[in-house]
């Protein structure tokens, strides 16, 4: 990422966008976030990730970018999505789309350089005919379809929790993206109960009991975005204090709940450099 | 003979019999304890009895000010307290040794295990029956009524989840309970009654989470040392699982 | 009221009918004027004209008190619906509510942890409410399918809908509270989704929900408050010493 | 007055009863000498070999003693599981039979340093350590050879705690340096209750009962016998197999019956070389 380049740019951004320059007071700070071995060499050049707000926005740009183009080709097959079910996936394109607006406002307001619409490929070959395809039948065959669905789903709501606080010095941007947290995951849990209805094993939550997505190893990657480590049961109450569940939720106390369930009434979050390789499967 | 030996509530009438008198129709834990056993039989002729119950301290089945039902104090108190405690686990195993679908529930060797470990608790809980009717006739403790949440029999992870807490706790008991008894063959017993318990425990710990027989969470890393909790602890969070309320404040206190 | 009020050392009094949180609303500027003038441990008891008015304590706390009766309410409702199933629930369905138990007894127990970090210790932690003081549900049918959908979506789309409000009203400096937060916020919006498409399949995050921005149309601690207030009668809540959102 | 069968009969219950009779607890100061007249006008041959056994070279009743003796054992497992782990067999195991090993091996040498700062806080002398007798080990060439020494200590241990627990009754609290106060008696049982699950999980490994039913492929070995042997199913004189005995209209079987309760061995029997006792060594 060009970071000169985009200083340069909010140097000599009109003054209406004065508002949202904001959006760069972490720049100063900006590391990059170094990408496990051997990952980073698989990414496209732009694909290197920072815990920046601008990152931040321009990371869920491109989330919502891709999903809207999935709805968007998968309700183009009118022989995909059963008709009982068009209107769900209608209504969620649809808010994907805005989500996608208000994304596309925020750094237009800020005067960032807007990113190229990337072209994507759901195949998972990565626009090049020789590669392998990773997700196949995705855009023609609704279980595969609702097995990527659910996977990207996942992952937005996943990445939303993970990049809130990173643009929470824009309190109006800070409230919308919680927002979409909770559409996401009903998004997600819609095409989750959508696919236990069509007899897979999976419930409205991320649990250690659903039936696990079959995935070539070169994709895995994206399972691990999207419900990599949901069986934790470590959550910090404070740094270094974890939340004592197991006599907390015990029999004896008459509130036991069971490890799995736990694990359910949480979800995790996920780092913005997993969740780039794994958006970067898809363009 | 010194008071601490002596069981409180045994027949002191048995003192004055002819020594000759089979053990085994006498108050069985005067001499199954040895010490106290033996001591009394060489000197029955040179100690005295030691004083009556103080009419303060309640009996054990007594029915307290507030309604509940007291366990009794001295060592009565202690006994009726594993009773209470092992007519819960009896009961809770019953259940599960019971269901019909318990083998496709837990397994079919585990299911088998589980019939083992309801015969052990039914066991201990009729020893403690028999040996209070026998030493306290009078003080023995009700039959209480055991209650559980719902759906405790329903699941795999439930029925090991209340094994487990059960067990635990079991074993926590009898640990804190042990300073508290006076004669020495009680204690013995009890001894023999909380390494069984232990291996329960362990081997219930072992099916929720394979190598978890001794976790740090219930043997602590530092002493190596397993839980031990007052009768006030564990009745408190026992009494969740007991319809009767029970009271323990004198469990252990001799008059 | 202040949050001083909350010190464990006031907690850990014995509470009776008449002691904790209710405060009229001219005893809580009395309380306040104290704690003004130099507020010491020796709190006067107020007058108490309304003896079942509980007043929420102002900044995270009372925050965290709103997410406890929220997650209490749930849990009791689940915990009845576990207990005794309407007959025309199926079993599948009966595994979901079951789940729902489970997660909202976490989150009460969890909640409750926060509010009094000595809550696993018998000898030391505090009454959060009176013992008396329960989220009914006589109000609600749940002899039915229909009946317990209704009364559990009412209940997830109110949590839903105020998570996404609240955290970012949280002023401690820290974060993990607010991290966990967001995790059960999410799971929230989960369980809105499926009780919503068990009742009307498909009527998940809809536009009654759902605003024109693509974002859940947020509700306020006081909408909360105002639509679980008649289940905890005859205690009545108040929460005018919550931060407000600005935006 | 036949006191003959009165001790063998109590003998029955606890074959320690000789040893308990000469504490050094006050109540008995007077009592022992006369038991001891009474006892060898009686039947000399008998307790003769009683006292033998019940003295083996200790004071008995004594608490330092007591702890001595327990840390005896603890040292003695606690180098057999430090010789397991450097064995060339251990990482033969499996990843869960290793971690096994090394959570037992920690409580192990927790109770060493445990029992050896009881001793001292009490006033007495840590007895010096004893090792596992390299050559017995090293005859066990297998790991599977290894975790049957293992259950037979740890069944032993069992024992030997639950032989001594009568001796620290009624003792005080006591404030070690370091550790806090802690009643003596509570402790050991908190130790005997660890070497149970110990027990427990290592029969388990082996696909033994987690609790002892006289049916497992070590239970005929001195370890299970003695005295009062493990498949003993009578509990103070209570004869628990017998029909309506305990309980109407239920018979208990022998093996649910032994396997409820877990029996005793003396200091005799534990350090007699057929046991622990024989494990000893350089």
Same mark, same amino acid.
């Not at chain 1, 994206?222 to 419900?227: N, Q, R």
């Given at each position: ?283 | ?255 | ?247 | 007055?036949?006191? %003959?069968?009165?001790?063998? #009969?109590? *003998?029955?219950?606890?074959? $320690?009863?000789?040893? =308990?009779?000469?504490?050094? &607890? ?116 297998? %790991?599977?050879?290894?975790? #049957?020494? *293992?259950?037979?200590?740890? $069944?032993?241990?069992? =024992?030997?705690?639950?032989? &001594? ?118």
């Amino acid at each position: 990422m060009k970071l000169m380049s985009i200083l340069d740019h909010v140097a000599s951004a009109p003054a209406a966008a004065a508002p949202r320059r904001a959006l760069f007071q972490q720049l100063g700070r900006a590391a990059v976030a170094a990408l496990p071995l051997g990952l980073g060499a698989a990414l496209p050049a732009a694909a290197e990730t920072k815990d920046t707000s601008l990152d931040a926005l321009t990371q869920l740009l491109l989330l919502e970018r891709l999903v809207s183009a999935f709805y968007t080709r998968a309700l183009a097959n009118t022989s995909l999505i059963p008709a009982a079910q068009v209107p769900d996936f209608q209504r969620i394109l649809r808010h994907q789309t805005q989500h996608v607006a208000l994304f596309t406002q925020a750094l237009q307001d800020s005067g960032a350089i807007m990113p190229a619409m990337p072209t994507f490929d759901f195949s998972g070959q990565r626009n090049v005919p020789g590669n392998p395809v990773l997700f196949p039948n995705v855009l023609t065959a609704y279980d595969d379809f609702l097995a990527l669905a659910q996977q990207l789903e996942d992952l937005s709501a996943r990445l939303y929790r993970s990049q809130v606080f990173n643009i929470s010095y824009d309190p109006k941007l800070y409230k919308a993206a919680l927002s979409i947290v909770a559409v996401e995951a009903e998004h997600s849990a819609h095409v989750r109960t959508l696919r236990r209805n069509r007899g897979v094993a999976v419930k409205s939550w991320p649990s250690a009991t659903d039936a696990a997505i079959a995935r070539p190893a070169a994709a895995q990657v994206l399972a691990t975005a999207a419900t990599g480590g949901e069986d934790n049961l470590a959550q910090e109450q404070q740094a270094g204090v974890l939340v004592p569940f197991a006599s907390l939720l015990s029999v004896l106390r008459l509130t036991f709940v069971s490890d799995p369930s736990v694990a359910e009434a949480f979800d995790e979050p996920v780092s913005t450099a997993v969740a780039q390789a794994a958006l970067s499967l898809f363009y | 003979m010194s008071d601490n030996l002596q069981p409180r509530g045994s027949d002191d009438a048995t003192f004055a019999q002819p020594l000759y008198t089979p053990i085994k129709r006498r108050s069985f834990f005067m001499y199954a304890g040895a010490t106290a056993g033996a001591s009394a039989l060489v000197l029955a002729g040179c100690s005295k009895d030691s004083d009556p119950v103080k009419p303060n301290l309640p009996t054990g089945n007594s029915t307290t000010a507030d309604g509940s039902i007291s366990l009794g104090s001295g060592d009565v108190g202690v006994l009726n307290y594993a009773y209470a405690l092992e007519q819960l686990e009896a009961d809770f195993y019953s259940k599960v040794a019971a269901l019909s679908n318990g083998a496709s529930l837990l397994g079919a060797t585990e299911f088998a295990y589980f019939q083992q470990v309801a015969k052990h608790e039914a066991i201990h809980r009729d020893f403690f029956k028999a040996a209070l009717t026998r030493d306290a006739a009078g003080q023995v403790l009700r039959n209480l009524t055991p209650k559980y949440p719902a759906g405790t029999f329903d699941s795999k992870t439930t029925i090991l989840a209340t094994a487990k807490a059960f067990e635990d706790l079991g074993v926590a008991a009898y640990n804190g309970a042990g300073k508290l008894i006076k004669t020495p063959a009680y204690l013995v017993i009890a001894g023999q009654i909380v390494s069984v318990e232990a291996r329960h425990a362990a081997y219930i710990r072992d099916l929720i989470t394979p190598g978890s027989f001794a976790a740090d969470d219930q043997v602590a890393a530092a002493s190596g040392l397993d839980m031990a909790m007052t009768p006030k602890e564990v009745l408190n969070t026992a009494q969740n699982f007991i319809t009767e309320k029970l009271s323990g404040d004198s469990i252990g206190v001799n008059a | 009221m202040s949050e001083h009020s909350f010190s464990p050392a006031w907690r850990a009094q014995p509470l009776g009918r008449r002691g904790f949180l209710r405060v009229s609303a001219a005893s809580a500027a009395t309380v306040a004027l104290v704690a003004a003038t130099g507020c010491d441990t020796s709190t006067p008891e107020p007058v108490l004209p309304d003896p079942n008015l509980i007043t929420l304590p102002a900044g995270d706390n009372g925050l965290l008190y709103s997410l406890y009766l929220l997650a209490l309410a749930k849990a009791t409702l689940y915990q009845k619906i576990y207990e005794t199933p309407p007959t025309d629930l199926t079993t599948a369905e009966r595994a979901i509510f079951s789940d729902l138990r489970d997660h909202e007894v976490a989150y009460r127990e969890l909640l409750h942890l926060i509010l009094d970090p000595n809550y696993l210790d018998p000898t030391k932690a505090a009454q959060l409410f009176p013992t008396d003081f329960a989220f009914k549900l006589t109000s609600f049918t749940l002899t039915t399918r229909a009946g317990v959908l209704v009364a559990a979506q009412q209940l997830e789309d109110l949590a839903a809908a105020t998570y996404p409000v609240m955290v970012p009203l949280l002023t401690s400096s820290n974060p993990y509270q607010r991290v966990l937060l967001l995790k059960a916020a999410s799971v929230q919006a989960r369980h809105a989704a499926v009780v919503r498409d068990l009742l009307a399949p498909g009527s998940f995050a809809n536009d009654d929900v759902v605003n024109a921005a693509g974002q859940l149309k947020p509700k306020t601690p006081v909408e909360v408050n105002t639509a679980l207030a008649p289940f905890f009668a005859p205690y009545v809540i108040s929460v005018a010493n919550l931060p407000v959102p600005v935006l | 007055m036949n006191f %003959f069968n009165i001790i063998n #009969q109590l *003998a029955e219950v606890d074959p $320690d009863v000789m040893g =308990r009779l000469d504490t050094r &607890r006050s109540v008995f100061n007077s009592l022992t000498s006369m038991s001891k007249r009474a006892a060898m006008a009686a039947g000399p041959a008998l307790l003769a070999s009683f006292f033998t056994k019940a003295y083996a070279g200790t004071t008995a009743g004594d608490p330092k003693e007591v702890f001595n003796y327990a840390l005896t054992l603890e040292y003695l497992e606690a180098d057999f599981y430090n010789k397991m782990i450097a064995s060339p067999y251990f990482s033969t195991a499996s990843a869960a039979a290793q971690a096994a090993i090394r959570q037992i091996s920690k409580h192990e040498t927790a109770h060493v340093n445990l029992l050896k700062a009881v001793v001292t806080g009490i006033g007495g002398t840590p007895t010096p350590a004893v090792t596992f007798k390299s050559a017995t080990f090293a005859s066990l060439t297998s %790991f599977a050879a290894q975790l #049957q020494v *293992a259950q037979l200590l740890e $069944d032993t241990g069992v =024992r030997a705690y639950k032989g &001594r627990a009568g001796d620290l009754l009624g003792l005080a609290d006591v404030t070690i340096t370091g550790i806090g106060t802690i009643n003596p008696l509570q402790s050991a049982l908190q130790i005997h209750s660890v070497e149970a699950r110990h027990a427990a999980h290592i029969r388990y490994m082996r696909n033994q009962t987690p609790w002892i039913t006289g049916t497992g492929d070590l239970d005929s070995q001195p370890h299970y016998t003695g005295a009062i042997p493990e498949s003993n199913t009578t509990q103070s004189n209570v004869n628990l197999i017998a029909a309506n005995s305990i309980t109407p209209n239920t018979t208990y079987s022998a093996a649910d019956a032994a396997a409820s309760f877990d029996e005793i061995l003396t200091p005799a029997e534990v350090t007699d070389n057929s046991r622990a006792g024989g494990l000893i060594g350089a």
